[in-house]
């Protein structure tokens, strides 16, 4: 019953990818690959290295072994911002956000950095129509029209975490790395947030880590479990669901827990 | 050339101790203090009125001095410095630049702008001989005072239950917590201990380095020399980039007068570059 | 509630409009030219600490580089218009007031890749070391420079060819606030360009800021460049306004009181640096009348006091009497078409 594997090349590719810190083995021999247009979720127990992946997918960290591949071009030794240019972009699982500029001006920003515009000092901000016409876009996309002009500091949770989607997804990339998007989000607020995150365009490469189960299963076509920095299974869902393996590392949490 | 070595470690023995306090705080608690230099002046202004107003010897002077010094580091750490620790850097220099234009205004003030000599004793003045290399008696006696406070220091650092609080809250400060320790007391007391320290050198050092109520600010950058070059993770550090310091200094303004100070500006950058954690730092390279 | 495009640019230009209080602002600096006639030579140094504080008000305000060097660039700067006019190089004095900002700012560049790594206190003292081994220099070449004489026999020509400095101050004062009012133009511009806003995220979270594609580095080596030829600016118009440069001007208590000037002003409105530098000449003609020599005490208990008050609380009551300033002009602005002295409150 299983899905037939595409034979595609992967669009994100890591090959032996290891991460130590001191001591510690944050990440050891990953080898992950993600399809263009995949719906791919990373899951594993609390300090398992998930976001530790994604820092050096982004190049927030420099891993100590291992290489990283955007559709088969080597992209391990670049600079966090010319990663955002190839096209891979992310959130935060921590809130990582202007908190002194609005959700508007945060959203301009990085538009006009795409287009392009970033380094103009000359030009206003506001006075290019490419820029204005896709901060609207966005801002209707991720229901923020009603906050655009607050403060970032003031927002309600929900909307701070649409913000930290929205601006990951105003770099317009190709693969977008969510972490734990929905981490701490009230109930009240979650609908609004998850239906974004259903809604993301089919184009785009989504790799989500989260530790909700049940957003997981039903978002995810393909799933990679990580345990203590080493991928333990990956596979479809339902593959995954069935592993007794994996079963057992989410019982010992919930034990330790 | 001996001559300049020998006194080129006196000099940096001296520094040492004028900067190891500050060390200390830069690394307890990561705070930028630009007027550890204002309690050096301090520790020297009140040698020169001991011993030249009141005519005590010299030698009570200097212990006087450091417990002058170390009670007035205290008292400013607890009354003013502490609502500054958790601040930004940015106010943590405002803060103690505040204070350094303050102790320069005060000082000109009540003792007057010109340079001031500590009258010191007979027996420590001049020169004696060793194979033909002429070595100053009063530069002996501060690299032998300076010598034992480095190796005291050492020791309580090593050896004592205080030096090991230290070392556990300078590591790591919320474990140190955790571990029970009352890091504010530590912190108090290691910044009295420094300021006295810092007094100390600046009575032992105003004849070397001179003592007027510029002191502060003209020392200023040479302390944070010895602090950032030399890394805050041990004193070791600090001590070798003292001694580093002050041969190279002494040596500069020898071999290349009008230049001395350029070279040694122009080293500390090219280290900060390189080694951005100090010289000596632990695993500096991350 | 739904966005469009025009609204969006409407809101997103406004903030860039120049406000009633900042237009009342400059018609009062430029009125004192004639409000008050006696006092040009305190005016006009009030005008160069302006534009030096301005500069640093950019990298400390709005990219958040702790500076104590920023009298690396005024200094070099300021000894650089001094021996261009004193040989004759180059006599018109606002062509070498441009090159005279060129040739800081390439300074600046080249040591901004020294200043932009490490911690704040790396920066510290590498913007500290760089003006102070620039002073070293002008003290070891005395033979260029003049040493610990200052750089003597400057002789400057009338600005433009017309305009000569005349004992007064009157000319001078004029052109220093002609310059400081077209560097602040361009400031502001740059501030609320895209450039600008990119500034403001890398101040706010430079993790962020490299995480949605904002060449952190190039942004900051940039903004770092044009600082470092404001302050150059400041430099020349100081030793072109007294045909004099001496040694003082690469000092640490220079750079220590331009923290001061832009902390008195409060950091990241522009305005700081030029309500700072009023604050500051102001206070000092007071307090060393009352206590010369040691007027530096009061200052140094400014900034302590200021510190253990807490900046953001100061920066609170400040924008509280902006907002009031700003609600009276605009209630004043149609009532006033010839609006003369409505002073901005200084204080
Ligand atoms: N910057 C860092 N320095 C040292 N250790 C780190 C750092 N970041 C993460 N770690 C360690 O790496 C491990 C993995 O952390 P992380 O990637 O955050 O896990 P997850 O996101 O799966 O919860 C943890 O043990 C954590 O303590
Ligand atoms: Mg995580």
Request: proline share 4%; net charge positive.
């Amino acid at each position: 019953m299983s899905e037939t594997m595409p034979k595609t090349t992967p669009i994100l590719q890591t090959i032996g990818l290891e991460k130590r810190f001191g001591g510690i083995l944050a990440a050891q021999n990953v080898n992950l690959a993600v399809e263009p247009g995949a719906r791919h979720a990373l899951i594993g127990p609390n300090g398992a290295g998930k976001t530790t992946v994604i820092n050096l997918l982004t190049g927030v960290l420099r891993p100590t072994a291992g290489r990283i591949e955007l559709e088969g071009r080597d992209i391990t030794s670049l600079l966090p911002h010319q990663r955002v240019r190839l096209g891979i972009a992310r959130t935060f699982q921590i809130n990582q956000l202007f908190l002194d500029l609005t959700p508007l001006e945060s959203i301009g920003l990085v538009v006009s950095e795409r287009l392009g515009s970033g380094a103009d000092w000359w030009r206003l901000v506001g006075t290019k129509s490419a820029v204005t016409d896709e901060i609207v876009e966005i801002v209707e996309r991720f229901r923020l029209a009603d906050v655009m002009h607050e403060r970032t500091a003031i927002l309600p949770y929900g909307k701070q975490r649409l913000l930290e989607i929205a601006l990951a997804f105003a770099c317009r990339p190709r693969v977008l790395l969510l972490d734990e998007p929905a981490a701490g989000v009230p109930e009240a607020e979650r609908h609004e947030l998850l239906a974004t995150i259903e809604a993301l365009p089919k184009d785009v490469t989504v790799l989500l880590i989260e530790h909700d189960m049940d957003l997981v299963f039903s978002f995810a076509e393909r799933i990679s479990v990580l345990v203590n920095g080493a991928l333990f299974v990956d596979g479809a869902p339902d593959e995954v669901a069935r592993d007794p393996r994996v079963k057992a590392v989410y019982l010992g949490e919930e034990l330790s827990a | 050339m001996l001559t300049i070595l020998y006194d080129g470690i006196a000099y940096g023995m001296l520094l040492f101790v004028l900067a190891c306090g500050l060390s200390v705080t830069l690394g307890l608690m990561n705070f930028i203090n630009l007027a550890h230099g204002a309690f050096a002046m301090a520790g020297g202004y009140c040698t020169v009125f001991l011993v030249n107003r009141l005519g005590l010897p010299f030698a009570l002077g200097l212990p006087i001095a450091f417990l002058v010094t170390a009670l007035i580091g205290g008292l400013f750490e607890r009354t003013l410095y502490v609502h500054v620790y958790a601040r930004s850097h940015l106010d943590q220099v405002l803060f103690t630049i505040g204070l350094v234009f303050m102790s320069v205004a005060a000082v000109d003030y009540t003792m007057g702008s010109s340079q001031q000599f500590v009258q010191i004793p007979e027996a420590l003045q001049g020169q004696f001989e060793v194979d033909g290399i002429g070595m100053g008696k009063y530069r002996l006696l501060i690299i032998v005072i300076c010598g034992l406070l480095t190796v005291a220091l050492q020791l309580i650092l090593a050896k004592t239950r205080f030096g090991s609080r230290l070392r556990a809250a300078v590591d790591d400060q919320r474990v140190a917590r955790g571990l029970g320790i009352n890091v504010g007391a530590v912190f108090g007391i290691t910044f009295a201990f420094g300021s006295g320290l810092a007094g100390l050198g600046g009575a032992l050092g105003a004849e070397i380095l001179g003592l007027d109520p510029t002191f502060p600010l003209k020392y200023m950058i040479y302390f944070l020399i010895v602090v950032t070059v030399g890394g805050t993770s041990s004193i070791t550090g600090p001590f070798f980039a003292s001694i580093l310091l002050g041969i190279g200094d002494v040596a500069g303004k020898y071999y290349v007068p009008k230049l001395g100070a350029f070279v040694i500006y122009a080293i500390m950058i090219i280290v900060l570059i390189w080694r951005p954690q100090g010289l000596f730092a632990r695993g500096a390279a991350r | 509630m739904t966005a469009n495009a025009d609204e969006v640019a409407r809101y997103l230009k406004r903030r860039a409009r120049w406000s009633p209080f900042e237009i009342a602002f400059w018609i009062f600096a430029f009125a004192t030219i004639w409000l008050f006639p006696g006092k040009y030579l305190i005016l006009k140094d009030t005008a160069i600490l302006a534009l030096f504080a301005l500069s640093l008000d950019l990298i400390l305000g709005y990219a958040g580089i702790i500076s104590l060097g920023q009298a690396a660039f005024f200094g070099f700067a300021g000894y650089f218009a001094g021996l261009v006019a004193k040989y004759g190089i180059i006599n018109e004095p606002v062509i070498a007031l441009v090159c005279s900002g060129l040739i800081a700012a390439a300074l600046g560049f080249v040591t901004s890749f020294l200043v932009l790594r490490g911690s704040d206190l790396t920066r510290l003292m590498v913007t500290l070391g760089v003006s102070l081994m620039l002073g070293e220099l002008a003290n070891r070449y005395s033979n260029i420079t003049g040493g610990a004489d200052g750089l003597q026999g400057v002789e400057i020509e009338p600005v433009l060819g017309r305009f000569r400095f005349d004992l007064f101050g009157h000319n001078g004062y004029v052109y220093c606030l002609i310059v400081l009012f077209i560097c602040f133009v361009i400031a502001r511009r740059i501030i609320y360009s895209p450039f600008g806003l990119s500034l403001r995220s890398i101040k706010g979270n430079t993790l962020r800021a490299a995480a949605i594609g904002v060449p952190v580095k190039w942004r900051l080596v940039a903004i770092y460049t044009v600082s470092a030829g404001l302050a150059g600016i400041a430099g020349a118009l100081l030793t072109q306004t007294t045909a004099f440069c001496s040694l003082d001007v690469f000092s640490l208590e220079r750079s220590a009181d331009l923290l001061l000037v832009l902390i008195i002003g409060g950091t990241g409105y522009l305005y700081g640096g030029l309500i700072g530098a009023v604050i500051y000449k102001f206070l000092q003609d007071w307090l060393s009348n009352l206590t010369p020599q040691y007027w530096q005490f009061w200052i140094g208990l400014v900034l302590v006091v200021i510190v253990l008050i807490g900046r953001e609380r100061m920066a609170g009551w400040v924008r509280i009497v902006r907002s009031l300033l700003v609600r009276l002009g605009t209630w004043l602005m149609p009532r006033l078409p010839a609006l003369g002295g409505a002073a901005p409150d200084g204080r």
